[in-house]
């Protein structure tokens, strides 16, 4: 199983990943976070919870050490599917467009930042935002994702943390 967090904002405000994300992320064969952990040692948990290889890119709110640390873009090759990430993919209005251009060998584009889960897809690209585990703001459950690949096709779920 491969498991997307993104905006983790911790440790502000003595937040904390919800059981049910430390579960998912101790079963994980790889795991992808696009930014906004917050500090560096949200990225260590992170990697010290995860079964298998942690991917991540930096966000807007990352500490210095971490912007140092992380790339801005990142993109991985994996069962036969190509995965980018990013954190902002900017405005709503012409994104999987703009992440179709910006990353045109991706399958698919995984980033965060506006907290709000997101999939979408068009002519076999995809965009995904897993939401936050954290700070859900103006979305409706706490969430994370899950990639599976099958056949070299990536398919996203959201896994809802609040039911």
Known sequence: MIVILADTHMPKGGRRLPERAVKLLREAEVTFHAGDFFTAEIL???KALSRGPVHAVRG????????RLLPETLEVE???ARIAMI?????AKGRLGRMRARFP???AVVFGHSHLPLQEEKDGFQIFNPGSPTERRRAEHHSIGRLKIVGG????R???LDD
Not at 87 to 91: L, S, V
């Open 44 to 46: 260590r948990e992170v």
């Open 60 to 67: 807007n709110v990352d500490d210095a050490a971490l912007r």
């Open 78 to 80: 994996l069962r036969g």
């Open 87 to 91: 954190h902002d993919a900017g405005p």
């Open 105 to 107: 060998e991706a399958d």
């Open 153 to 156: 096709h990536p398919i996203f």
């Open 158 to 160: 959201h896994l809802w």
